[in-house]
């Protein structure tokens, strides 16, 4: 998998995302998760790593149920009750047909986004879909600042208490320190603009690119698995009579 | 070629506009500059920053220094052939998908230059392009540059405080005035031999010039205020450093030098009472804790402030204020002293810092050297009992040095506890008392 381009990898996500958020009901989600668990068995995904990689995704899933069957629209039959919460029919089910679309959205996301390298997306983005290369690549380096403004931040904390002033009023300092942040990352910024600049970064030259951006069959194949996974479960809802168009709930 | 002047002389000003990075917007400028004859332009002349951390622009070894060839137009296998032969000749032999954040930081700069050269400027220009490193990277920087240089016949210009890294790199030296224009220019001997006296006195480390040490004072016997027993540090739950066993004097210097990644500066935090350790204990005396409890990291933020000082390595981190004068109050203010009390002790301190007449301005926007003077005045005027500094003489001039070493000795004979993190080996000769050297 990781050797298919990260364009085509969120392009298929998108695609599948797209379909499955249109509908809310059970059927659609069961269908696509049930073909993804099959694409992953196919891709042979090593089991631990998916385990470990989908983790947030099955805790996420089921909190989210919990919610949605205590506090969603009361519906048939109520089963339960206490204060504002009402777990009925009708939000048992909707809680049911949201865990599955969490997990029929989450899954392949996670599985198609982590092992994507921020160069690659870039030289992807740039030379496939011809986005501005000034845009993308100035994010791109932008990013790699992040790990010097959690340093930063680290340092700012400690020198705070070194001030004498860590015992009291959180929140005004945390205001204070993320200011002090946002003035020294427009200062690390315009050094790294300067030396972006320096190297010719923007120039009125047609810049060539030194990574290929590879796009062949493999990444039609991979949007149009993603695709097509969408379609199947949007048609298994309209055919089983559960289609449930999301606008106008 | 060397380019020296006073701080405020527009030395890097000058290298920026040959590299074509300064835009017509920005400030003023009158005459012409060519450079081959042409208008400065990227790729005619490359520069290296100070920075190492802010110019790396890609994650990987390889696609950094492809960076400048791909925005030149370069087609793709003359690139890669660039980015090898680039790379070995800044003597740089690391794969070429390494992360560029693993590098040290002279592995980070000589990967800057082979940016540079990958780019077949005819000029290269660097800007303080040692500052920030220790001395085993200076000297890996400056003999790759002296080798670059040789190899590709480019002329090189660089813009350098400390004169002896340099001297017998470059063959011409100028001197740019602190009121502007050229006020020396030649070969280094005889340049530094008319100028010498003048240019140290600006501030600029000159051979043969070295900066004034203070005259030192009798001192009391040392009494231990700070012990660490088979202490451990580390950022997160990792140590980097264990089974220390140190001890930290009243009226004394303890040195703790090493080179870069061997846990100095965390070393200095821990025993700062600002990070846990991550094993072992820092014990302080019953004196330095005065009823706060034996366990600098047990005590609160305001504690800490008549007992231990920290002056960090990047003075932004721990400026608070709007005005240097608030900054300063801040510490007594936060100590519950009387406005009368707090009033004189800042005074004080702007007047023998020499920060009186910047009193008003903001901490920002300080110069370098003003800057690490207002860090150790803010720590100062809470008058703790012992001051840990991390590199607090980092980049800074001739003159800005001899200041911070008075004014540390100053301290130790009036009984304070130094601590000092650095790898300045002349601020460890000048002041400190033992040295521990991590490795």
Known sequence: MTAVNPVARLGAALLLALCLVLTIDWVSASVALALELIAFAIIRMPARQFWLRTLPVWIAAPLTGVTIALYGRTEGTVFFEFAFARVSEGSLTLAIATVLRVLAIGLPAVVLFVTIDPTELADGLAQRLRLPARFVLGALAGMRLISLFLEDWRSLELARRARGVADSGRIRRLAGQAFALFVLSIRRGSTLATAMEARGFGADVDRTWARESPWGAREWFVMAAGLSIGLVAIAAAVASGRWNFIVGQ | ?439
């Open chain 2, 1 to 439: 070629m060397l380019l020296l002047g006073a701080s405020g002389a527009g030395k890097s000003t000058l290298l920026h506009a040959l590299a074509g990075v300064l835009a017509d917007d920005e400030g003023e400028h009158e005459g012409t500059m060519l450079v081959d004859g042409h208008r400065p332009a990227p790729g005619r002349a490359g520069l290296v920053l100070q920075d190492p951390d802010s110019q790396l622009i890609l994650a990987r070894v390889g696609d950094d220094v492809a960076f400048g060839c791909e925005n030149l137009g370069v087609p793709r296998d003359e690139t890669w052939r660039r980015v090898r032969e680039s790379l070995d000749a800044v003597g740089l032999a690391v794969p070429l998908d390494r992360s560029t954040t693993a590098l040290s930081g002279g592995q980070k700069q000589r990967l800057a230059l082979a940016g540079v050269i990958a780019m077949r400027p005819g000029l290269i220009l660097l800007d303080e392009p040692t500052a920030n490193l220790d001395p085993v990277g200076v000297a890996e920087v400056r003999d790759a540059v002296s080798r670059v240089a040789q190899q590709t016949g480019a002329t090189l210009v660089v813009i350098e405080h400390r004169v002896a890294v340099w001297q017998h790199v470059v063959d011409r030296v100028v001197v740019l005035g602190a009121g502007g224009g050229v006020v020396a220019d030649g070969n280094p001997s005889s340049v530094l031999e008319a100028r010498g006296a003048a240019l140290a006195a600006g501030g600029v480390w000159v051979p043969g010039h070295p900066p004034p040490l203070p005259n030192r004072r009798q001192r009391r016997a040392p009494v231990a205020v700070l012990d660490t027993e088979g202490l451990a540090v580390g950022r997160s739950r990792e140590a980097v450093q264990s089974g220390l066993d140190l001890s930290v004097s009243s009226g004394a210097t303890l040195a703790i030098t090493g080179s870069n990644g061997t846990g100095k500066s965390t070393l200095g935090l821990t025993l700062a009472g600002l990070l846990p350790p991550v094993g072992g204990v820092v014990t302080a005396s019953d004196v330095l804790a005065d009823g706060a409890g034996p366990h600098p990291i047990s005590w609160r933020s305001r504690q800490l402030l008549t007992r231990i000082g920290t002056v960090f390595q990047q003075p932004e981190h721990q400026f608070l204020a709007s005005t240097v004068r608030a900054e300063l109050s801040v510490g007594p203010i936060a100590l519950g002293l009387s406005a009368a009390e707090t009033d004189s002790r800042v005074t004080e301190l702007l007047e023998r810092l020499r920060l009186a007449r910047l009193a008003e301005a903001n901490p920002f926007t300080l110069s370098g050297g003003e800057k690490r003077r207002l860090s150790v005045a803010t720590m100062l005027a809470t008058r703790p009992g012992v001051l840990v500094l991390d590199e607090p003489t980092f980049g800074q001039d001739s003159r800005t040095w001899a200041e911070l070493v008075a004014l540390l000795a100053e301290l130790v004979d009036d009984g304070t506890a130094l601590v000092a993190i650095t790898h300045d080996l002349d601020l460890v000769d000048a002041i400190a008392d033992s040295t521990v050297e991590l490795t």
